[in-house]
DNA sequence: GTAGTGTATTATATCACTTAATACACTCAG
DNA sequence: CTGAGTGTATTAAGTGATATAATACACTAC
């Protein structure tokens, strides 16, 4: 719900964080998870800033970040492009899990948690 | 290293989230793992505040958050303590724990992690 | 009374974020 | 060549959260 498609990816945004960040983080997990393919052109900074009814600098903070972490290439005059190279998205997925899970667990920690506490903890609330 | 002893709690303080909001979670994780009594006294905002360099204001600020969860209990002209009920203590440490687990899951599931892959890779490094 | 508590207020400064309005360089279709 | 659509850069402005500073007041204990 509320959220809004543009260039098969699916975009939800708020105010607990900045939108730029938002808009990073919401295309780089579409690339981790498969949800768009290598190789393929996502929507134009301007275009993207419409849809999503926000600046086009805003829009371009993020797509600016996402090249330099590799995971997309622009062309000037034709778009910005998904990376093909499949090691680089699989490197930044791996290291996205691994920064997740090290504040995960030093938050834990952080609380009194040990790490048979956690694992029990993880599987509460299974289906 | 680094930190900074006040009032039997470690302070470690950077500028990569708002100063309130460390001082909050740092004295929060000491309650929830033990770290001080509680009924104990905590140090008083100006007092901390000199130890640690930073503007009364600002400890004030994290200690009413503290108060307003029930953690401490302030008492006027005396000083702020942490509260003797237990009871509050494992509410708040058990909703940071869900909280925590929470976004960690939502941040794992949006790179295309499954369940098994997580249990997997908190395995991962260990001793 | 004095010193040490929590608390409130007002003002100021800074910074990150966002928007707005332009302008320029490039590519492609016509 | 022209025009529309790309990425990119710049400058200006506004907003809100954060932090500091200075001051004052209410309360408690000694």
Redesign the pocket.
């Known amino acids: 719900m509320g959220g809004i498609e543009a260039g098969g990816m699916e975009f939800d945004l708020d105010l607990s964080?900045?939108?730029?960040?938002?808009v990073l983080q919401q295309i780089r997990g579409s690339i981790a998870r498969g949800g768009i393919a290598l190789g393929d052109k996502?929507?134009?900074?301007?275009?993207l800033a419409q849809t999503l009814?926000?600046?086009?600098?805003?829009v371009?903070?993020a797509?600016?970040e996402l090249?330099r972490d590799g995971l997309t290439e622009?062309?000037?005059?034709?778009?910005?492009f998904i990376t093909t190279n499949d090691e680089v998205v699989q490197n930044i997925r791996y290291n996205l899990a691994r920064e997740a899970t090290k504040e995960f667990l030093e938050k834990m920690y952080s609380i009194g948690f040990t790490k048979t506490d956690i694992q029990r903890f993880l599987g509460e609330g299974d289906e």
Chains 1, 2 share one sequence.
């Open positions: 964080k900045p939108l730029y960040e938002q996502i929507p134009s900074v301007r275009e009814k926000i600046n086009p600098n805003t371009m903070r797509y600016q090249e622009t062309r000037r005059g034709q778009g910005t």
